[in-house]
């Protein structure tokens, strides 16, 4: 299977076409990656900077957001079947930075994802996850009313383009 990988700290991510290709456990999914993005957390891990805050289990799949199709679910899965589209993130330090989505097969909690709803095209719900929840997040925080002005720094970019648009509803 492919997948791009970090090895160590001072490497480069490199695309590794030997990786086993996973099986989904109780309660997980097996998703077909269609698409994923690019996020500053990848940047961070390869970096180095979460080096002394989590352990890192060396080889590092890098990527967070995916979409894609359902192959197969583990037990006790019931919002999904296979062949359904989805999409979600997968968690950067859950138990601690190892997988990632920039591979072709995936094992995901069945809580880390949804079903993609009709009409949103796969290259966006690949990328929007993590954008969306922080913003979401961040403008929950703000606790907004009707009326309240409020400046997104940035909001040309994933986050704040999501936060925009949450705001102004």
């Not at 480069?12 to 290709?21: G, K």
């Not at 989805?86 to 990632?100: D, E, L, N, T, W």
Request: net charge negative; with cysteine; hydrophobic share 50%.
């Amino acid at each position: 299977m492919k997948s791009v990988t970090w090895n160590d700290f001072g490497a480069q991510p490199e695309l590794r076409d030997d990786v086993p290709e996973p099986a989904p456990g109780a309660g997980e999914v097996l998703v077909r990656v269609q698409a994923s993005s690019a996020n500053p957390v990848d940047n961070a891990i390869v970096a180095g900077v979460l080096k002394e805050m989590v352990p890192h289990e060396f080889p590092v799949t890098l990527g967070r957001d995916f979409a894609g199709l359902v192959e197969q679910i583990g037990d006790g899965v019931s919002a999904v079947s296979a062949g359904d589209a989805v999409y979600g993130f997968v968690p950067a330090m859950v138990p601690g930075v190892h997988a990632g989505s920039w591979a072709e097969l995936i094992a995901v909690p069945e809580t880390g994802l949804a079903r993609t709803p009709d009409g949103v095209d796969t290259a966006v719900a690949g990328a929007a996850p993590l954008a969306a929840v922080t913003a979401m997040l961040c403008v929950d925080a703000l606790e907004l009313s009707s009326g309240d002005g409020v400046l997104i720094v940035g909001a040309t970019g994933g986050v704040g383009t999501v936060a925009a648009q949450l705001a102004a509803a």
